[in-house]
């Protein structure tokens, strides 16, 4: 399977209300429940008044769309990461799936999935 690196750094910030998200920018994530706002973004494009937030994650996309009928690339990624010991926050959209994994476990995360037959461009 193909995984691509995406070249910003993204944070997932906690925030007040969904207005408070950067429609007009080409890349995030928005979660509305009973209980929170969550917001994952590029770092540039985060709010200035978050409730919180947790920068320095960088991300890998699942290259190509997903049908929903396929079953565990998601489980399989999570726990090859999880078995080395590198925690993630993961997000998906319609088409993929999407893993953020902090700077600092970066590099080791590549290579821990090329290890088990992952191709990253």
Known sequence: MLLEVLQDNFCVCKINSVSQADMQSDFFFLAKTDGEV????KEQDAPKNCVAIEKDWRGIRVVGALDFA?????SR?????????????????????????????????????????????
């Open 38 to 41: 969550s917001l994952v973004c």
């Open 70 to 74: 396929l079953v565990g690339i998601l």
């Open 77 to 121: 990624l999570s726990t090859i990461l999880a078995n080395a010991g590198i925690p993630i926050f993961a997000v998906s959209t319609y088409d993929t799936d999407y893993i953020l994994v902090k700077e600092n476990c970066f590099d080791k995360a590549l290579s821990v999935l090329k290890d088990n037959g992952y191709f990253v461009k």
